[in-house]
């Protein structure tokens, strides 16, 4: 059921009552007032999505009203009611702003079918630019992450051609943010306002993808039982993504070089060249060189694509944007979840930061979820992360292992001695250095058993893993 807001103003009684009933009875909140200083002051009040106002009013005129209201509040629909049905008021309304207008005496199946059809109109564009907010909020410029100098580059890069109609092309290891990149292209550009649409060419069945490129005309083939249009023509002055290019057929790569070329095509079975205005942004993790040196891409296609080419660092490459990663990824798991995880442990995002990451960005996300997933604590700990993670030796961690036999340790080393050197000494940091030393020569005894370390030195499990977590012992 509708609840809009709708303000009736007209000076006679029994229109206003009318409507009111017969409104209400659709489902909106409906008030009423008899004239123009009134309405004013119940629009400073609250806000209503549609004044119904009549045109002559005793005082302030329904014109006045309207331009009242466009001041106030110009998403504001106004109809205007007159019983004068002529051109000249009519216009002077359209002109004020109104949205339509309607003579007495009204058919009321009418004026509802008219309120319908403009709230529903209202609706949706508000709808469309909370979603175009959303959009760009979401896939802008802004949700790239990393402060790496080679980011840094691309950040530069992107704001250069972001505006023109160039065609780019995008390289890099898979899961490393080549359609992120795409998109911010598209919605900080001059398109953004329309279609981005993505296709990974190498998803679609090759007896397929031509239809799903550039559309079929009814009775092209089996199955072709209606006209059907691509994603060439649904892009049309927006632009299209294609994903892994250098899966594209040699074939289709004639087609796709003639689009460029001439900026039209054909659906398959058709015989009318169709018309397209559409950015092509291209992507792929193969080396596209040696693909174009060993004949299986076309080179005239590859220059025509390579207009702006943007090459994605591996993450292995930007080490220190990781940090980053890691906390945007915990903070989208954690509401995903419903966890209350405060932060990642020191020692946890050493392991993190020493990872190679064969599957780059995409790899360390489903890390990250599954330590939130796991971790029963407020802070990611290294045993929530994978083994294969937690198994990378660390400069750090080879630095606390104490050999007994063979090599000094702190407990050899005259800390704990009742006697101040004369130097003197920082009585907290060595009680802390004799502490992690006694901690790790526990676990040394206990064989690396976390509980039966804790028994040794007459702590409870949860103050051994505080210890733990504080030293950065594993």
């Keep these: 059921m509708a609840k809009e807001n709708i303000l009736i103003v007209d000076d006679e009684k029994g229109i206003r009552d009318f409507l009111e009933i017969t409104l209400k009875k659709e489902g909106y909140r409906v008030a009423s007032v008899s004239g123009g200083e009134e309405a004013i002051k119940l629009l400073n009040k609250s806000s209503y999505d549609l004044v119904i106002s009549d045109i002559r009013m005793k005082g302030m005129?329904?014109?006045?009203?309207?331009?009242?209201?466009?001041?106030?509040?110009?998403?504001?629909?106004?109809?205007?009611?007159?019983?004068?049905?002529s051109v000249d008021t009519a216009i002077d309304a359209m002109k004020a702003g109104a949205y339509d207008y309607i003579t007495k005496p009204f058919k009321i199946d009418?004026?509802?079918?008219?309120?319908?059809?403009?709230?529903?109109?209202?609706?949706?564009?508000?709808?469309?630019?909370?979603?175009?907010?959303?959009l760009k909020s979401r896939y802008g410029f802004a949700n790239l992450i990393g402060s790496s100098p080679k980011m840094l580059e691309i950040y530069n890069l992107i704001k250069r051609v972001e505006s023109t109609r160039t065609n780019v092309i995008i390289t890099g290891e898979s899961g490393t943010g080549k359609e992120l990149v795409a998109r911010a292209i598209h919605y900080e550009g001059s398109r953004k306002d329309k279609p981005f649409v993505p296709i990974n060419c190498g998803a679609i069945p090759e007896n397929l993808l031509e239809s799903e490129l550039f559309g079929h005309q009814k009775g092209a083939f089996t199955g072709a039982v209606a006209n059907k249009s691509g994603l060439f023509e649904m892009a049309n002055q927006g632009t299209i993504f294609l994903d892994e290019i250098t899966e594209l057929p040699r074939e289709l790569q004639v087609k796709l070089l003639r689009v460029i070329q001439e900026r039209n095509f054909r659906r398959v079975g058709g015989v009318e060249d169709i018309s397209v205005d559409v950015r092509i942004i291209a992507a792929t993790n193969k080396d596209i060189d040696k693909e174009v040196k060993e004949g299986r891409f076309r080179e005239d296609l590859f220059y025509r694509l390579n207009v702006i080419p943007i090459h994605m660092p591996s993450l292995r490459e930007r080490k220190e944007d990781i940090p980053l990663f890691a906390e945007h990824f915990l903070e989208k798991y954690c509401k995903e979840l419903g966890k209350d995880i405060k932060k990642i442990s020191g020692e946890a995002m050493e392991f993190l930061v020493k990872h190679p990451y064969p599957g780059n960005i995409r790899e360390l996300e489903n890390i990250i979820e599954r330590a939130v997933a796991l971790e029963p604590t407020d802070i990611i700990l290294p045993e929530s992360l994978p083994e294969y993670v937690r198994s990378q030796k660390s400069e750090v961690r080879s630095q606390n292992i104490i050999e007994i036999e063979g090599q000094a340790s702190p407990l050899s080393s005259g800390i704990m001695s009742p006697e101040i050197p004369s130097e003197g000494f920082n009585i907290e940091k060595n009680i802390e250095d004799y502490e992690k030393a006694i901690i790790l020569d526990a676990l040394k005894k206990s064989g690396g058993v976390k509980k039966k370390a804790a028994e040794l030195l007459g702590l409870s499990f949860r103050s051994m893993r505080y210890k733990l977590d504080k030293y950065g012992i594993e």
């Design 61 to 85: 005129s329904g014109v006045e009203l309207l331009k009242n209201i466009k001041e106030m509040n110009p998403e504001t629909l106004v109809f205007m009611i007159t019983a004068y049905a």
């Design 110 to 134: 009418e004026v509802k079918h008219i309120i319908r059809n403009a709230l529903d109109k209202k609706r949706l564009e508000t709808e469309n630019i909370l979603l175009k907010k959303e």
